[in-house]
């Protein structure tokens, strides 16, 4: 079961909803929280993938979508992506990318295969997260690292929670609970985006006011703003190479696969 208390109950879609694939494919290289976020992501990665010096790193990247991120993963190692959508697909495959059709809860690959893999602002999407991380732990080689970027407290919950079909957005404690209950040791957690929390929070308390609900927080931009704002967010991964943040819109977090991959589907009951 989920491991948050205040997940969104009732039978949602796995995949987000149609229309916003073509939306995010259009906008994910040029809006200012994509290319920001990457920049925080691609921060991590490259420590990780530093850190193994005897091969070219394989990587996969969970969830995918429609591939901007997974290019950006293809600096760093051999780098592959699985989502459920095959609208998402379509898109990664117009970018060139290596891609399969899977779902988070029984991915298409060997077990041990891959150094790294990421799910980034995906498991709040999954009706049983730690199953869907038992099963990312499950691909790891020994010791193999996970990187996961998720959206963080239900008092941010907004419109583009809807359109995604999230069941949940996490507190770091309730992330690390799975992460653990998973068969991971975290290494590292810490929220992100503690720049525009406050914007965040103020702008979807207007919508819920107004009742102002537009298809996708990803209309809602200002195009000259964008550098300006992408510099902003992504200067984020500088400040998190010293500290963490107490607080933010998101969390992300960075975990090793335990070894002895001593799990029971039981871990999870009780919570």
Not at 208 to 236: C, H, M
């Amino acid at each position: 079961m989920a491991t948050n208390a205040e997940t969104v109950s009732g039978s949602l879609p796995r995949e987000m909803m149609e229309h916003t694939y073509p939306l995010l494919y259009e906008v994910e290289e040029q809006h200012w929280w994509h290319i920001g976020r990457r920049r925080i992501i691609a921060s991590f990665v490259r420590e990780i993938c530093a850190q193994i010096t005897d091969r070219t790193p394989r990587i996969l990247d969970v969830g995918c979508g429609t591939g901007a991120n997974l290019k950006m993963l293809s600096q760093f190692g051999k780098a592959e992506g699985v989502d459920i959508s095959t609208d998402a697909l379509e898109f990664c495959r117009q970018r060139g990318l290596d891609v399969k059709l899977g779902a988070a809860e029984s991915l298409p690959y060997e077990s041990g295969t891959f150094d790294l893999v990421t799910a980034l602002d995906v498991v709040e999407h999954l009706d049983d997260d730690v199953a869907g991380l038992r099963e990312m732990r499950r691909v790891l080689r020994p010791g193999g690292r996970a990187l996961l970027f998720v959206p963080t407290f239900m008092w941010l919950w907004g419109v583009q929670d809807d359109v995604s079909h999230h069941r949940r957005r996490y507190r770091l404690s309730e992330l690390r609970r799975a992460v653990t209950d998973a068969g991971f040791e975290v290494e590292r957690a810490t929220y992100a985006n503690i720049t525009f929390l406050a914007p965040t929070f103020l702008g979807r308390q207007f919508m819920r006011v107004t009742g102002i609900k537009p298809d996708s927080e990803n209309r809602i931009n200002i195009a000259v703003l964008n550098p300006l704002f992408a510099r902003i967010l992504g200067a984020e991964a500088t400040v998190l190479r010293f500290m963490n943040f107490p607080i933010g819109v998101s969390g992300l977090l960075v975990a090793r696969a335990r070894p002895d991959s001593s799990v029971t589907e039981g871990a999870s009951a009780g919570r």
